[in-house]
């Protein structure tokens, strides 16, 4: 079963998340920028890497890191100008690269001119363009927290996030008679919004974007418990996709893939939220996200030394979803993103590569965070930047070599976007370049792997050979057409042995570390090391 009607870039896609202002700084102001991003294409190209996601470089008074716009057709200055974001798109396309935006759809900042227009109290185009209710002492309620007293115009707001990040008018699915403020989704300025979305959208695309990761792309319609009225949206800007600009994609940060593949979308992130899947995999124990709040209570991630987890609580979700979507579209597992915690934490670089082993091995579409790829340490004690918080944590400069700023930029240190790792021993690009047994080395021999055989990649199909409960390993198989490869992990540190079905009498090694093969009884049996992963092509035939 493949994904059908998607563009076939996607089947064989590996993609970089660069988030601008703390990748490569060209002008020497402290922060990243575009002519940054198009230097370093072909480091990112050698990593495996054919597509990259960059956060947002739209003009903004970045409240929250350009997650609050207020031009969506221009670059903000600080990364350069919309020539350059051209250029962007143009190197990459020489080098058989894609590019896709960060389209924040849900909200724009309060310095946007429409949210400007709209806060007036006279009357005017863009009055209903975002959600305000008919008094200025409308009182909050739990699903919809006001903002009172903003301005003139006697009525309150709904932000979508932070305050200053009111939310788009996309209407409401069940708009409460008693509420006529509430609208409907088909009210012309509801409308007259939605057709804005998709005019910004069309517009980059014009100039060679490669489609958009949409930021809390279920956020949209209100009122609208089973997303039906939101799903309905995609489905609509997909049929524009379909028709006007087929070789490009729409990734969602949903965090369900059953809805968000039914809107259409080509991929959604399985990530913190809406069910505890990912999280389970390597981020459960404390001060691991960045979100945390006091008084979580934490559990074990599969994914670590101690074996405490339990991978059918990532598999439940997993398995449920991927089942359902397989024809619809891709499920991607990122090493992490700008909102989490570095997968990095407290483990060493054995441990990195059987995570990265996994991630490879996924079907879908892996996520490569800006400096996951070295290793990077979510760097603690950082005082919050443009509304990170801990987040600022896991956003600190890219550390490409050991000179100056390691390498980011040539500002003065107080100048820089943020601080860099202090550590002594941090990682960075050159050091590991030298060395076959970095971790860059893995990634990137991890990427010639999986792009060398499809079975590994997005469309594979996939079957858990042996996932149970507080047990380890993880053992699955991969397979497309007549090709089915195993793969086994062992995160924690205790050693583990396992009996492969009898079906598997010949297996080949493609790539393994701390994992022996024996046979007993006809049966093959893996000895796993602690901390060990192998990735084996299955020569015996086998039945799915
Ligand atoms: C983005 C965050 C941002 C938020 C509000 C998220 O999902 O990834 O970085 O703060 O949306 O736009």
């Known amino acids: 079963m493949m994904v059908k009607n998607c563009p076939l870039w996607l089947k064989n896609s590996i993609f ?11 002008n020497g102001d402290g922060i990243g920028d575009l002519p940054g991003v198009i230097e370093k294409l072909d480091y990112i190209q050698s990593l495996g890497c054919n597509a990259i996601w960059l956060n947002p470089c739209f003009v903004s008074p970045f409240g929250d890191a350009g997650y609050d716009v207020s031009d969506y057709r221009k670059v903000d200055p600080r990364f350069g100008s919309n020539r350059d974001l051209i250029r ?49 002492w409308t009182e909050s309620t739990s699903e919809m927290p006001l903002i009172r007293g903003f301005s003139d115009r006697n009525a309150a707001y709904l932000p979508n996030f932070f305050y200053f990040q009111p ?50 792309a279920a956020s949209l319609v209100k009122a609208d418990p089973d997303r039906v009225g939101t799903i309905a949206f995609w489905q609509d800007v997909r049929a524009m996709f379909d028709q006007e600009y087929p ?31 990912y999280t389970s995999l390597f981020r459960d124990e404390q001060k691991r996200d960045s979100f945390d709040t006091p008084g979580t209570e934490y559990g ?10 339990d991978i059918c609580r990532f598999l439940r979700h997993y398995v449920d979803h991927f089942e359902a979507t397989r024809e619809q579209g891709y499920i991607s597992l990122p090493t992490g993103n700008h909102d989490l915690s570095r997968i990095r934490c407290h483990r060493s670089q054995a441990e990195l590569k059987v995570i990265y082993a996994f ?14 790829e070295i290793g990077m340490s979510s760097v603690d004690g950082l005082s919050s930047k443009e509304g990170a918080f801990g987040r600022a944590a896991s956003r600190t400069p890219m550390q490409w070599d050991e000179g100056r700023n390691a390498g980011f930029s040539t500002a003065k240190p107080e100048k820089l976007y943020l601080p860099l790792d202090p550590a002594k021993n941090r990682p960075s690009v050159a050091k590991q370049e030298t060395s076959s047994q970095s971790l860059l080395s893995h990634v990137r021999a991890l990427s010639t792997l999986r792009l060398a055989h499809p079975a590994l990649g997005s469309d594979g199909g996939f079957k858990v050979i042996y996932g149970r409960k507080n047990r380890y390993p993880f053992v699955y198989l991969r397979y497309l057409d007549d090709e089915h490869l195993l793969v086994a992990v062992n995160p924690c540190a205790a050693p583990q ?18 994992v022996k093969v024996e046979k007993s009884t006809g049966a093959i049996e893996l000895v796993m090391a602690g901390i060990s992963y192998a990735i084996y092509e299955v020569v015996s035939p086998v039945n799915i």
Request: charged share 20%.
């Open 16 to 26: 970089y998340e660069v988030y601008p202002q703390s990748f490569l700084d060209t």
């Open 88 to 136: 962007l798109f143009k190197e990459a396309h020489q080098r058989g690269m894609k590019v896709t935006l960060d389209l924040v759809a849900g909200h724009t900042s309060i310095e946007h001119p429409w949210f400007k227009a709209s806060a007036k109290a006279s009357t005017n185009r863009y009055t209903n363009w975002y959600v305000w209710t008919d008094s200025a």
């Open 167 to 216: 939310a788009l008018n996309f209407g409401f699915q069940n708009p409460d008679p008693q509420k006529p403020w509430q609208l409907p989704t088909d009210h012309p300025d509801v409308l007259a919004v939605r057709e804005e979305m998709k005019d910004i959208m069309r517009y980059w695309m014009d100039l060679g974007a490669d489609g958009f990761r949409v930021d809390m």
């Open 247 to 277: 070789e490009c994609v729409l990734i969602a940060e949903w965090s369900f893939p059953r809805h968000a593949l039914q809107a259409g979308f080509h991929m959604d992130f399985m990530i913190h939220f809406n069910t505890d899947a």
């Open 300 to 309: 074990h991630s599969f994914f670590d030394r101690e074996g405490l987890g």
């Open 359 to 372: 991630l490879w091995s996924m079907p879908g579409i892996p996520y490569l965070y800006y400096g996951d």
């Open 497 to 514: 042995r396992l009996k492969l079905p009898h079906c598997y009498t010949s297996i080949r090694v493609l790539k393994k570390a701390g």
